[in-house]
């Protein structure tokens, strides 16, 4: 009995997301490092931000994607912190992208597209406040097109649409070995187990707006 519990303990390790490890934070500058006269930025929280860094990487239009922390109240947090719960802060990417080849509105639909759109406080085997959905709008005609999908998807779902809509103040990068975790660590157990299928269930949706293989 004692063995399978520790089965169990351990595979609950290994479906999660993240494991503590001493790493700095990219520097600022990569992000800073794109035109912003010729690409916006968007910013969206749902589950673990390994996930949702992959399905945005192989999107068409968008140039690159980074992860980090959003949404909560307090400075510089870490992988650490956040992860207690207490900072606000939710698991989140920012995503540079080209407007004239994929659009916000297009950005928004795969969002709510590539998730469990009425789970509450966490994606999949992802849960506590740090994993919750949230969704930012930097101006007004952002909020609107959120707000229109929202009450699209309303109508699809008898439980409540599960994503909070809050408006963009900072995105803090998390730290450098987060960033492409899945093309750096491809056997990591989460990954092949979680991040992979959740993956490839986004593909099969959205055909269409997948990058050429040799771009991804």
């Not at 390994?50 to 994607?65: N, P, Q, R």
């Not at 097109?145 to 779902?157: F, G, N, P």
């Amino acid at each position: 009995m004692k063995s399978y519990l520790s089965l169990i303990l351990i595979s609950l390790l290994f479906a999660s997301c993240g494991n503590a490890q001493n790493s700095k934070s990219p520097s600022q500058k990569a992000s800073e490092s794109f035109d912003d006269k010729t690409y916006e930025r968007a910013y969206f929280a749902s589950g673990c931000f390994w996930c949702v860094e992959t399905i945005y990487e192989s999107v068409k239009g968008v140039e690159e994607v980074f992860s980090g922390y959003s949404g909560g109240h307090t400075k510089n947090p870490t992988y650490e912190s956040s992860n207690t719960g207490k900072t606000g802060h939710a698991e989140a990417v920012e995503v540079i992208y080209d407007p004239e080849v994929v659009s916000f509105k297009t950005l928004v639909d795969v969002y709510f597209g590539s998730q469990n759109v009425t789970q509450q406080n966490g994606q999949g085997p992802d849960i506590g406040s740090q994993y919750r959905s949230i969704i930012f709008y930097q101006n007004e005609e952002e909020r609107k097109i959120i707000d229109r999908k929202i009450k699209e998807l309303s109508k699809e779902y008898d439980k409540p649409i599960a994503a909070e809509v809050t408006a963009f103040d900072k995105f803090w990068m998390a730290e450098e070995y987060h960033q492409d975790y899945k093309v750096n660590n491809p056997n990591n157990p989460y990954i092949k187990n979680v991040s992979v299928p959740r993956f490839t269930r986004f593909k099969v949706q959205f055909p269409e707006l997948l990058k050429p293989k040799s771009e991804r």
